[in-house]
């Protein structure tokens, strides 16, 4: 029965019968052995999947364990250090402003002293400049002063050209 | 009458901590995936071992499962990964002739109460003869026909457990086959010995 089969898969494998080949092959596999687990195979198998499965669940156990511990821990410290904390931190502000306070304040006045007088020059300067008179006489004495510098540097020089021609 | 549960209800009862349903699971798919595993490695402890591995990882994926999918293409699939894995660790002498004709001689005596002796010798032989030339064509032809032939997946089952197109496959299961006909045939079992052999036989 066996060789008839080999046979008819040879021969449609040889014509190319694609769906007779498979199915004729497909018979003969059913004559080649399988290799059974032994009998415990199962048993063992399962108890794998308990094992790993109770493993699992202690990890998962440990870790919420921890993680409930961690919180608590956390909140018990914020408890009772709270007042502790809070009571230093008071102190250290108000340490802070009683020293540094004033002196911020004085700083303050003496820039607010030092903006008030440019405010003043400043303000001078524009009522100087809005007016077209005053800046006639301001453009008129810087005119004059500097016509006074240009004769100064030509007597300044001629005398030390006729210095050096002596 | 009970009915029989289907795999992907096996598998969810599993998934929700059913001892019982994972056995059952178990039981329908230690046979083939130990017989895949074989094919792969030839040592039947070593076999075990991986298919057991197989397993543990299925159980452990359950919760990835899809229960759309055919459960049997999902499990060959990790049982193919773990296989895959251990392969790339560990390089593996093929098997001996001598094991798998030893192999062939005993599934021979699996249904000896319905045949003939001569039968039975022919059948042996052949049985033997093919396992052999199973072991000897490329592994990746290997796991086709084991999947096609022994465990009965369909083409496109295959072509999902290994991540191929069904093209792909079919001309997997074309090579494969030429290639056992061709070791058959060196080994006297082609068309032109088929008389010799049965004269032989009787």
Redesign the interface.
């Known amino acids: 029965m066996e060789r008839k089969q080999l046979d008819a898969w040879l021969k449609a494998e040889q014509g190319g019968e694609e769906d007779a080949a498979d199915a004729a092959l497909a018979h003969l596999f059913t004559a080649v052995p399988k290799v059974p687990p032994r009998s415990v195979f199962v048993e063992q198998a399962v108890i794998n999947a308990w094992r790993w499965r109770a493993r699992r669940r202690r990890l998962l156990a440990v870790g919420w364990t921890a993680a409930a511990a961690l919180v608590i821990a956390g909140a018990v410290i914020a408890i009772v250090a709270s007042p502790l904390i809070g009571r230093s931190t008071v102190k250290a502000i108000a340490y802070l402003s009683g020293h540094t306070v004033p002196w911020l304040i004085a700083y303050a006045s003496v820039a607010l002293h030092g903006w008030l007088t440019l405010g003043h020059v400043g303000a001078v300067i524009a009522a100087a400049l809005v007016t077209p008179a005053r800046v006639a006489a301001v453009v008129g004495v810087e005119l004059l002063g500097i016509l006074a510098f240009y004769a100064l540097h030509r007597i300044a020089s001629a005398e030390r050209l006729g210095d050096a021609q002596v | 009458m009970a009915v029989q549960r289907s795999d992907a209800e096996l598998a969810r009862d599993a998934r929700s901590g059913s001892?019982a349903a994972?056995?059952e699971l178990?039981?329908r798919f230690?046979?083939?995936?130990?017989?895949f595993t074989?094919r792969f490695v030839h040592d039947?402890a070593l076999?075990?071992d991986l298919?057991?591995e197989g397993?543990?990882r299925v159980?452990?994926r359950l919760n990835s499962y899809d229960p759309e999918r055919k459960f049997s293409s999902w499990f060959f699939q990790v049982l193919r990964n773990v296989t895959i894995d251990y392969l790339r660790v560990n390089r593996l002498p093929t098997a001996s002739l001598d094991e798998l004709q030893e192999?062939?001689h005993?599934?021979?005596a699996?249904?000896r109460e319905s045949a003939s002796p001569e039968?039975l010798a022919?059948?042996g032989e052949?049985?033997s003869a093919?396992?052999a030339a199973?072991s000897r064509i490329r592994p990746e032809y290997r796991e086709v026909v084991v999947l096609?032939?022994?465990e009965?997946l369909t083409q496109p089952e295959i072509a999902e457990i290994l991540g191929l197109p069904a093209g792909t496959v079919k001309t997997y299961?074309?090579r494969a086959?030429?290639e056992?006909?061709d070791i058959?045939?060196v080994q006297g079992?082609?068309?032109a010995s088929?008389e010799a052999?049965?004269r032989k036989?009787v």
């Open positions: 001892e994972y056995r178990v039981a230690a046979a083939p995936a130990v017989n074989y039947r076999a075990e298919a057991q397993f543990l159980y452990q192999e062939g005993q599934a021979a699996v249904d039968e022919g059948r052949l049985a093919i396992g199973l096609r032939y022994q009965g299961l074309h086959r030429k056992l006909a058959l045939a079992w082609g068309p088929a052999t049965a036989t």
